[in-house]
């Protein structure tokens, strides 16, 4: 028989497991990695500053898509990727920070989908499923903590230069700012972590001796506050 089983720390659980799944990967998305310095549509650069006439904007830039004002474009700002292809991202830096950001949201996204089935399935070849699914989250979270530290390494790159001025170098923005992105991905990393912790708070509500008991009396729905 099917037992579903639902306390407050799994539901909770679950909760936060999709919650960090989808910053991550709404973050990886975004262009907003990077806010670069205000300027007009033909703004040029120089030592003193953006000048230019117009009204300004600032432009975004992520690890490999971006937002710019075209003149003449009927939106006004257009935004997309910048590389067509894996090698076209800006710095190798920045491909390394795409591959293990991509690595952690998959296992993420791949605990978030197998979460959702935790009511019914508490176990899986004979381990907890919490168990399983808390580790793959630690290791989802030292993947996203790399790439998070490879990526201002790729900030002294030709590309974002062009948005932050020629003083950006690895681990110093110049005349950018973080953008919402950034600080969605930091975030996700830390929750990615508390997930990891609270998958065994979660295993334990599961697996306590009142859901044993209501097991026994032969309940298939068993709900514990």
């Known amino acids: 028989m099917c037992h579903v089983i639902v306390t407050c720390r799994s539901m909770l659980w679950t909760l936060l ?15 907003d990695w990077l806010v670069g310095f205000p300027r007009a549509p033909d703004a040029v650069f120089s030592p003193l500053g953006a000048t230019a006439a117009g009204e300004a904007y600032r432009p975004t ?9 075209v003149p003449h474009y009927r939106r006004g700002v257009l935004c997309g990727p910048y590389a067509v ?25 791949a605990v ?10 508490q176990s899986i070849m004979k381990k907890s499923i919490f168990n399983v699914c ?3 989250q630690a290791i989802a979270g030292l993947f996203l903590i790399v790439g998070l530290v490879l990526y201002p390494a ?12 020629p003083d950006s ?13 950034f600080y969605t991905a930091l975030a996700g990393t830390v929750l990615c972590f508390l997930c990891a912790v609270f998958s065994a708070q979660a295993e334990i509500a599961t697996s306590s001796d009142k859901v044993q008991e209501e097991i026994q009396e ?6 514990l506050l």
């Not at 032969?218 to 709900?223: E, F, M």
């Open 112 to 121: 978030a989908f197998i979460s959702i089935f935790t009511m019914c399935f």
């Open 61 to 69: 830039l992520g690890i490999y898509g971006r937002c710019i004002r």
């Open 17 to 31: 497991s999709i919650v960090a799944a989808f910053s991550e990967l709404i973050a990886f998305l975004s262009t």
């Open 218 to 223: 032969g309940k298939s729905l068993i709900c």
């Open 169 to 181: 170098s690895p681990y110093r923005l110049g005349l950018c700012s973080a953008g919402w992105a």
């Open 85 to 109: 292809h894996f090698g076209e991202i800006a710095s190798g830096f920045w491909q390394a920070t795409a591959i293990f950001l991509a690595a952690g949201i998959l296992l993420l996204c």
């Open 134 to 136: 808390g580790l793959l």
């Open 154 to 165: 790729g900030w002294g790159s030709q590309k974002v230069q062009l948005y932050c001025g």
